[in-house]
């Protein structure tokens, strides 16, 4: 399995920005999708998770902002990121694995991650 993110970029205070990651491999209902995110320092964050045809979910700091869809013609996850604040800023992941509910904020439940893209947010 391969995941390919893209999207990134540099953006005001309050601009969007749309994430996508391309799963190959394997069809991307197959897994839990989720998207994490690193800033210098700090260790990696959950950020949201989709399962086809299930729930999302989302990291209390962006919910109401952040909304994670999903393609499965495209085998393709997106992330549409609104009222971006620079506290955002970070490099965005996207991985794979089998969550159950309990562990899908954990990094270590993901077996195959993206290579990341850098969002820059400024003030």
Do not use: H
């Not at 210098?40 to 869809?69: C, H, L």
């Not at 992941?93 to 290579?115: D, E, H, K, V």
Request: charge should be positive; hydrophobic fraction near 35%.
């Amino acid at each position: 399995v391969q995941l390919q993110a893209s999207g990134g970029g540099l953006v005001q205070a309050g601009g969007s920005l749309r994430l996508s990651c391309v799963v190959s491999g394997r069809t991307f209902s197959t897994y839990t999708i989720a998207w994490f995110r690193q800033a210098p320092g700090k260790e990696r964050a959950f950020v949201g998770a989709i399962r086809w045809g299930g729930p999302r979910y989302y990291a209390d700091s962006v919910k109401g902002r952040f909304t994670i869809s999903g393609d499965n013609a495209k085998n393709t996850v997106y992330l549409q990121m609104n009222s971006l604040r620079p506290e955002d800023t970070a490099v965005y992941y996207c991985a794979a694995g089998n969550a159950i509910t309990s562990t899908l904020m954990r990094p270590q439940t993901y077996n195959y991650w993206g290579q990341g893209t850098q969002v820059t947010v400024s003030s």
